[in-house]
């Protein structure tokens, strides 16, 4: 409950903040009315279990989850993902599914692994929100058209079957889908309407033109559900059963990994307007409770609601009062308005996920991240879009993180470098360290190669260094391994570094290792990479390995190798 205790301690609960909370709330309440009932029936549910929804889960999100302006409930994200699972396991099986992402989230959240979700690249979020814009489009063609249904399990062949039934259109239903898109899309602009929600306009509109004319052929809430019902339905538990939930822990998974994403995202967006700071860990604890609580209350799966936050913050609200009185709103017209909502035409509905597909498509940042953005990261982009579109969302996103990380490690192992060290070079540093240059004379010992590992030294870099120092393409007395700009190593890195400690032993080379940071030289001694290499063999500064250096290349070079060292300088 940190938001409210925020809040509290702020003093935005105070009288003087009641009025704008309130109106935001109440706004936002007609806001998500339309869009709550539209995402239940694109789920496959009924369109008062979106409304169950956003109630229920309105409520726990606004008192117990991190962000003080989060607006919670079912969102157009997770239709791919829900109306996949209730066409396999029907309305039960999305609801205990829900219900187990409810307790991922909250076990996530008690784990504070809030931050690891900030990790996913951008051209992952981009392309699959993109690719779900796409599909949640194509998938209203029926109702918007009112077409006869199609089959097909997969989008292409959807498609295809919709295409081959556009002939078929309805001209009534055709007609009001038109009408509420324009109205949609105009009210804002036409100075009397501009500050009522333009779905609500479209609602209001295509339900009184359908209530009068009554035309023949166009589906209604009431035709295809038989109107809303009156109140919240009596708690009650889905079918538990372990062989369900062992059948429902993908979907649950993916319930919550969407959840977790797109509430943090919406938490972020609400910070950078409103200049809050919200706590990610207790944020998923708030969402892990919602939606342990909304399939109880016959709901089903939801998420931080990004446009309805925005409206939120743009009509004054600051504390979990706007969020509490949204679902309260809700509440109200359950039990007074639910009889007026048979005549709602699902078309109109239609028309409004018509919009809400367009905002999450986010075409305009698709166009300009594929012109501007590497090439690298494009390919990412356009994999998962691609794979969002044709095959499933999960697969999507676990293919696009893997390959940025992918991408990632090449760019980091890139950008390793291991660079050969001239005497020069070494005399001129060793000159400004105090009391070194008298001690050595100011010149580096005969028969010494230096070289510098600039990086990470973990697994994706160490062939290049392995090469780097096994092939000096000369033979040397000693050489140094400076590691002062190696910020971690890895195992494979130590063993790498073991491996090459013992192939220049075998030919004769002393290796000497020095100015490596507390933390990479805690791993070589537990990794007994300084036991292998005998630990007069490291040095902490520079001048003292060079000393080091040198009593090795003294104790193994002849007269002649000095001379010819020393005349090589």
């Not at 931050?115 to 814009?133: D, E, H, L, M, N």
């Not at 035309?215 to 035709?223: E, H, L, N, R, Y």
């Not at 998974?253 to 994403?261: K, N, P, Q, S, V």
Request: charged share 15%.
């Amino acid at each position: 409950m940190i938001a409210l205790r925020e809040a509290w301690q702020a003093g935005l609960f105070r009288r003087a903040n009641w009025l704008p909370n309130l109106v935001s709330g109440v706004i936002v309440g007609v806001v998500a009315l339309p869009l709550a009932m539209a995402f239940a029936i694109a789920s496959g549910a009924k369109p008062e279990q979106g409304l169950y929804t956003a109630i229920v889960a309105g409520l726990a999100v606004s008192m117990f989850g991190g962000s003080r302006l989060q607006i919670a409930g079912p969102t157009g994200a997770f239709i791919v993902v829900l109306s996949a699972i209730t066409a396999r396991y029907g309305i039960g099986g999305l609801q205990l599914a829900t219900l187990m992402a409810g307790l991922i989230l909250l076990a996530l959240g008690l784990a504070r692994l809030g931050g690891v979700i900030r990790y996913i690249p951008a051209p992952v979020i981009v392309g699959f929100t993109a690719g779900i814009g796409v599909i949640i489009f194509v998938g209203q063609w029926r109702d918007f058209f009112g077409l006869p249904p199609v089959a097909g399990t997969h989008f292409h062949e959807k498609l295809w079957h919709l295409l081959q039934a556009l002939p078929q259109w309805h001209a009534a239903t055709t007609a009001l889908a038109l009408g509420s898109l324009l109205l949609v899309l105009g009210a804002p602009r036409i100075r009397w309407l501009h500050r009522i929600p333009g779905p609500l306009v479209a609602l209001v509109v295509a339900t009184a033109v359908q209530a009068l004319f009554r035309f023949d052929g166009v589906a209604t809430i009431g035709s295809a559900f038989g109107g809303l019902p009156r109140g919240l339905p009596a708690p009650s538990l889905p079918e538990i059963s372990l062989a369900r939930m062992i059948e429902l822990a993908g979907p649950a998974f993916t319930i919550a990994m969407l959840g977790a994403i797109e509430s943090l995202l919406s938490a972020v967006v609400a910070d950078g307007m409103a200049g809050t700071r919200h706590d990610s860990n207790q944020e998923l604890v708030g969402q892990g409770v919602a939606n342990i609580l909304a399939p109880l209350f016959g709901g089903f799966a939801a998420t931080g609601a990004i446009a309805r936050t925005a409206t939120n913050i743009r009509n004054g609200g600051n504390s979990p009062l706007a969020g509490i009185t949204h679902a309260l709103t809700l509440v109200l017209v359950l039990l007074f308005l639910a009889p007026l909502a048979a005549s709602v035409p699902l078309a109109t509905l239609a028309a409004i996920l018509f919009v809400v597909a367009w905002n999450m498509s986010e075409a305009r940042q698709f166009a300009r991240m594929v012109r501007r953005a590497p090439r690298a990261d494009v390919a990412i982009l356009l994999i998962t879009f691609t794979l969002t579109v044709l095959t499933d969302l999960v697969v999507a996103v676990n293919v696009g993180v893997i390959l940025a990380m992918l991408q990632f490690l090449r760019r980091m192992s890139a950008s390793v470098e291991v660079t050969r060290q001239d005497a020069t070079g070494i005399e001129r540093e060793l000159s400004v360290e105090p009391g070194a240059a008298e001690s050595l004379g100011e010149r580096m010992p005969p028969g010494v190669l230096v070289y510098a590992i600039d990086g990470p030294f973990f697994f994706g870099a160490v062939e290049a260094c392995e090469q780097a120092l096994v092939h000096t393409h000369t033979e040397p007395r000693v050489l140094l391994i400076r590691l002062g700009r190696v910020p971690f190593i890895d195992m494979t890195g130590l063993q790498t570094l073991e491996a090459v400690i013992r192939t220049l032993r075998r030919r004769g080379v002393a290796v000497v290792l020095a100015e490596a940071n507390a933390r990479v030289r805690q791993k070589l001694e537990r990794a007994g990479v300084l036991a292998a290499l005998g630990q007069e063999n490291y040095a902490d500064a520079l001048a003292q390995a060079v000393r080091r250096c040198g009593v090795l290349a003294g104790e193994g070079a002849t007269e002649q190798d000095r001379e010819d060292t020393g005349a090589s300088h």
